[in-house]
């Protein structure tokens, strides 16, 4: 079975665009989270999405967004890039809810880099 | 204060040493525990999750002491392939996973 598939794998933007980030989960899983890792710092929450509902919100700002599809994808967009929002994205499935013991399972990520 | 906090590290330590470290959390609403590998300029990948009750998955060792609000990880018998960062991850009750800065380790031939 496939994995969490990411696209593009790397994007480049200069600042003050706009970009769009995808994610499929694992067959069968419901809930897509996003993350932003920049270098040397773990993983920190953005989004969670669960039924097409966001469930939870990282502290980001409103120029950090998201949605669900009816399939279960995710898409990621950030608008007016600043160079801080350098960073990996990653996406994350697990079967449900960010519930116990649902360990969430990784996509490669993004690798987005602004001008 | 962090949510999770680790020593960064690094753990340079010879093969076949074992190497552990740990990792403390704030939020003690918490109530799923992970350690999740990392390779420079990879994905996160589960390693373990961690039971009250600690658990054992072949050389890897997890402990969780709740009223310390620390989580441990032990590395027996360490292959080069054990070189990464490892990262202590919590979930509290507001659906979001909160990762630590991660714990470097380098086992060395």
């Known amino acids: 079975d496939a994995g969490v598939t990411q696209s593009p794998t790397h994007l480049i933007k200069t600042r003050g665009q706009h970009v769009t980030l995808r994610c499929s989960p694992i067959s069968g899983h419901k809930s897509v989270s996003w993350y932003q890792q920049v270098l040397g710092q773990g993983p920190q929450f953005i989004f969670q999405y669960y039924e097409k509902e966001e469930r939870g919100r990282g502290n980001f700002p409103d120029r950090f967004s998201a949605r669900q599809f009816p399939n279960y994808s995710s898409e990621l967009n950030v608008n007016a890039l600043l160079l801080g929002d350098s960073a990996l994205y990653l996406c994350?499935?697990?079967?449900?809810?960010?519930?116990?013991?649902?360990?969430?399972?990784f996509g490669d990520g993004t690798r987005l880099s602004i001008l | 204060r962090k949510e999770v906090e680790q020593d960064p590290g690094p753990f340079n330590v010879p093969e076949g040493a074992t190497v552990a470290f740990n990792c403390t959390y704030s939020?003690?609403?918490?109530?799923?525990f992970f350690w999740y590998r990392q390779d420079c300029r990879k994905e996160p990948k589960l390693l373990m999750s961690v039971y009250s009750s600690g658990n054992e998955d072949g050389r890897f060792t997890a402990q969780l002491n709740r009223a310390s609000q620390y989580i441990s990880l032990l590395i027996r018998d360490s292959k080069l392939s054990d070189s990464a960062t490892y990262l202590c991850v919590v979930n509290g009750d507001d659906y979001k996973l909160s990762f630590g800065a991660g714990t470097t380790v380098t086992v060395r031939a």
């Open positions: 994350a499935s697990s079967l449900e809810g960010q519930g116990l013991y649902q360990p969430q399972h």
């Open positions: 939020n003690s609403a918490s109530q799923s």
